[in-house]
């Protein structure tokens, strides 16, 4: 299974950007997928999560109400579309997926990464 994410970039505070992680091999109908993000310096976290069938998603509190998750079970792709961002969402955004369809925030309920997009924020 590879996952590639794509869409990052540099935007000013306020603006907004749309993150695409395109699933090869594997089922991808079965499996829960889930965005994380890792700035510098700092461990790895959860920003949000989709169902199997996309119809559940949970979100990182403070990317609540500007951060929508979303899937295409026919295309195998899953999007993050990110608005109002601000500079503390900087940080390189990682695409995840758990072959059981296990939906949490824990790095262990993933079993397969992609390589990382860069998203920055400039105040």
């Known amino acids: 299974v590879q996952l590639q994410a794509c869409g990052g970039g540099l935007v000013q505070a306020g603006g907004s950007l749309r993150l695409s992680c395109a699933v090869s091999g594997g089922t991808f109908s079965n499996y829960a997928m889930a965005w994380f993000r890792q700035a510098p310096r700092k461990e790895r976290e959860f920003v949000a999560a989709?169902?199997?069938?996309?119809?559940?998603?949970s979100y990182l509190d403070s990317v609540k109400d500007r951060f929508t998750i979303s899937r295409d079970n026919a295309k195998n792709t899953v999007t993050l579309q990110m608005n109002s961002l601000k500079p503390e969402d900087t940080a390189v955004y990682y695409c995840?997926?758990?072959?059981?369809?296990?939906?949490?925030?824990?790095?262990?309920?993933?079993?397969?990464w992609g390589q990382g997009t860069q998203v920055t924020v400039s105040s």
């Open positions: 989709i169902n199997w069938s996309g119809g559940t998603a």
């Open positions: 995840a997926a758990s072959m059981y369809g296990i939906m949490r925030g824990d790095l262990a309920s993933y079993d397969y």
